[in-house]
């Protein structure tokens, strides 16, 4: 008798009755695989194949026993779509990026996966010289490759991901915002939106949105309405965040604009009468 063990491309024989037998195959193959006839250790084999294989023992009552075996499947993984991350504070195109963000997605979550990242699909297939996490890329657009293996069988799948690393958009600090204030009491209404146009030069697929605070604008929470009611009187300083309109990134660019509020003049409106005296004419 004997005990089969499936693996990645086969399986793997042990004897557990009489040895010095020799294994064989019931039926021949289709896919490829070969069969080790003393140690029953089949290769070669495609993921999910199915054999048949006899074991017939070589002594003086010669028996033979059939076993049945199903090879082991890769991993089933799904794949990545771009890891877009944000440029560094020098615009170059190149940063340290946390592989690890795309694990999940790749795995849908499962426990039994573990994921590693390689520089070429050779290197994923030979498991050799994994990338460092955080790996900072050396092109921009760049191709890595993913090599995802099932811990329980050591069947291993691959895919390929692209790193794409985006720049802020470029943007123009805004002049003032005034407003010219009837009853001087400091406070008015602002269209904030008017200032769009100069901060993006007239370029289209720019978001802008308005806060109150720095934190509210990297945050992009609590975006102000427009018309706006200024909150601080005569003077206040509004954050903006300017970010990409089409590529769902958090790369912004933050500016800061200031609502002014100027009084209107008061005057008389009753005032004396300007008398002048006539000349000789």
Not at 185 to 195: E, I, R, S, Y
Request: with cysteine; glycine share 6%; aromatic share 8%.
């Amino acid at each position: 008798s004997f005990v089969l063990t499936a693996t990645c491309d086969g399986a793997t024989a042990e004897i557990t009755g009489v040895t010095g037998g020799t294994f064989s195959f019931v039926d021949p193959p289709s896919d490829g695989a070969v069969i080790d006839s003393s140690t029953g250790t089949v290769t070669g084999g495609d993921y999910g194949s199915t054999y048949d294989i006899s074991y017939t023992s070589n002594d003086l009552c010669p028996t033979t026993t059939i076993n049945t075996i199903v090879v082991e499947t890769p991993p089933e993984i799904n794949n990545p779509t771009p890891l877009e991350v944000c440029d560094d504070n020098i615009p170059d195109g190149l940063t340290e990026i946390d592989l690890t963000i795309k694990n999940n997605e790749i795995t849908s979550g499962n426990p039994n996966y573990s994921v590693y990242y390689f520089i070429s699909l050779d290197d994923a297939e030979n498991a050799t010289n994994p990338l460092p996490i955080p790996y900072t890329n050396i092109s921009n657009p760049q191709t890595v490759y993913v090599r995802v293996v099932d811990i329980e069988t050591a069947c291993y799948t691959t895919t390929s991901l692209d790193l794409v690393v985006a720049s802020a958009p470029a943007a123009t600090s805004p002049s003032n915002l005034e407003y010219c204030d009837a009853d001087a009491d400091g406070f008015g209404v602002f269209t904030l939106t008017d200032a769009d146009a100069e901060i993006t030069g007239g370029i289209a697929g720019i978001a802008i949105t308005y806060h109150e605070t720095q934190a509210d604008a990297e945050n992009d929470v609590n975006a102000l309405e427009s018309p706006y009611y200024n909150i601080v009187a005569y003077e206040q300083t509004i954050f903006i965040r300017v970010e990409s309109a089409t590529i769902s990134t958090s790369c912004a660019t933050y500016l800061e604009m200031l609502l002014v509020v100027n009084d209107v003049p008061q005057i008389n409106t009753n005032p004396d009468p300007l008398q002048v005296c006539d000349d000789n004419d």
